[in-house]
């Protein structure tokens, strides 16, 4: 396993943790991985408004060598009791275009960190197991990002990947909707609409009984964008995880998107009088230096970041936890009783212990879920 460079400082708006270095959060409205060159998007940055997938790849390379944080890491930061809950729950993902190698690059994850073989299953947007759409290997690193990442803290849980037909908004909106009709318990998207809450509707993102959640992108503090910015869907933000002595430790990652959304009538649960909508984000998880394996268009194993790491990650911890049919977008993050159960990471706090960018905090233990 990687061991990760511990930040000294703490991070608060301007800046972030990349390596060992301490950078700026953005530079001339640039994000801080992509002025430095820590990182590139996997899928093209898509004109505002429209849809794009939120994996990044990081600079150094490291094939054929397993490097990054793995799920011992995850499933040790946050108290997670991943060999023994999540069987039969289920965790779809939806993505857009087609990961051909989806399966056998996740039966690799998994096997080279003794996670067993997975109860995964892929879909068309109509529900149908072939026709899949066109490939892409953009999207196809987030597909095998968001099954790996599930994986890493529910094993047991079982996994749909339902692929949209294009990153169209009508397209996410169909496969969305579609991974409710299949019986999934948890619904989590690896992208977002930058500036835009009318890209999908969220009406299809509003399920009951079903929980939602939505990465919040990559590119500092903005106003939300769909789907993270539905008060109907957990807000997931992003941390550096840092190796401190014998313990683990996380800070803020500064380019984790997060804001106030005006235009998103505040939730009756959001209990804060600093934004007059919809605040976001309203948890975090781990989003820089994982450990990803895909063969589609990468060739191997290399790190990789973004809220897109994150997402995932709680997907599986609600799946953990079993209830998600009892929950409500990011409302249980909210209820004060919870926030013993998360870890403090927010910096600079808006109020007590909640920061745009990492809302209450990362998991500790399954108790705020």
Known sequence: MRTAIGCSLVIGLLAGCVGSQIVPSSTGGVPAWEATHAARRACPHAPRGRAECLALIESARVNPLVAGWTPAAFQARYKLPSGSKGAGQVVAIVDAYDNPDVASDLAQYRSEFNLGTAEFYKYNQDGDQGGYPAGSQGWGVEIDLDAEMVSATCPQCTIYLVEANSSDGSDLEAAEVEAVKLGAHIVTNSWICYDSISCVDSRDFAHKGVEYLAATGDEGYDEPGAPSAFDSVAAIGGTVLSQCGSQYCETPWADAGG????????????????????????ASAVAWNVAEYDSYGESGWFEVGGTSVAAPLLAGVFGLAGNAARQEGGRTFWQRAHHADLYDICSPCLFKTYGYQTGWGSPDGLGAF
Not at 259 to 282: E, F, L, M
């Open 259 to 282: 804001g106030c959304d005006t235009g998103v009538k505040k939730p009756k649960w959001q209990h804060d009088k600093v934004c007059a909508g919809r605040a976001a984000a309203d």
